[in-house]
């Protein structure tokens, strides 16, 4: 029983195109993630909620946009894509929005820009 | 700006030795430290954590933190093949919010 469950695995796209990823989680955690890994693995936070509402936005576009329907839901929307926006995509769940709290990570979505 | 450095690797250590991976950090202040290992095409999990100075051992993982010296480090001992993955550092500085390092790849050869 997949505990952090994002889709889709693979996302390839076209520049310009508009595209979501979804994620859910099954922990019964309060606080959600939306993390960048590029290709030289750097893992970099985007944004974080808590039990719905937003905490945590890094400098991040405004093509992007997180919608947290409920606590166990966060999906990432993604307008008018670029070819630097082709990464992995990690969602992640904790149980509270503390540095502390170990991060359940999905299993990524690989987006790649062409 | 806060930073989190590793160096990137390869590293590669036969198997049964330690493998020694370490970490620094930028700023003074951070609170807590965590190493989380990455296979190659899956997500990051945790494996450690520490908040104070010395020593924590889990099983054949230590890690060890000096904040005079602004280090991390993380040993593995008895290395096994099913160690390779890449090791990501990642610090708390007190912002509620995990800043990563890049992450050091490790191979250990049989």
């Known amino acids: 029983d997949t505990a952090v469950s994002q889709t889709p695995k693979y996302l390839v796209t076209q520049m310009g195109n508009d595209k979501s990823i979804k994620c859910e989680q099954n922990?019964?955690?309060?606080?959600m993630y939306w993390y960048k890994q590029d290709s030289k693995k750097f893992l970099k936070i985007m944004f974080s909620y808590n039990n719905k509402e937003l905490i945590i936005n890094e400098t991040v576009p405004n093509r992007f946009s997180p919608k947290s329907p409920d606590k166990a839901h966060l999906n990432l929307h993604i307008n008018s894509l670029e070819l630097g926006d082709s990464a992995v995509y990690f969602c992640?769940?904790?149980?509270?929005?503390?540095?502390?709290?170990?991060?359940?990570f999905g299993n990524g979505t690989r987006l790649t820009v062409t | 700006q806060k930073e989190v450095e590793q160096n990137s690797g390869p590293l590669s250590v036969p198997e049964g030795a330690i493998a020694s991976l370490n970490c620094t950090y930028s700023d003074r202040v951070s609170q807590s430290f965590f190493w989380y290992r990455q296979y190659s095409g899956k997500s990051p999990e945790l494996i450690m954590s520490?908040?104070?100075?010395g020593d924590k051992e889990d099983g054949r993982f230590t890690a060890q933190l000096n904040k005079a010296s602004q280090y991390v480090s993380l040993l593995i001992r008895d290395s096994q093949p099913s160690d390779s993955a890449t090791y990501l550092c990642a610090v708390n500085f007190g912002n509620e919010k995990l800043t990563f390092g890049t992450g050091t790849r490790l191979t250990i050869i049989p």
């Open positions: 520490i908040y104070s100075n």
């Open positions: 922990l019964g955690h309060d606080t």
């Open positions: 992640a769940s904790s149980q509270e929005h503390r540095a502390n709290s170990p991060l359940h």
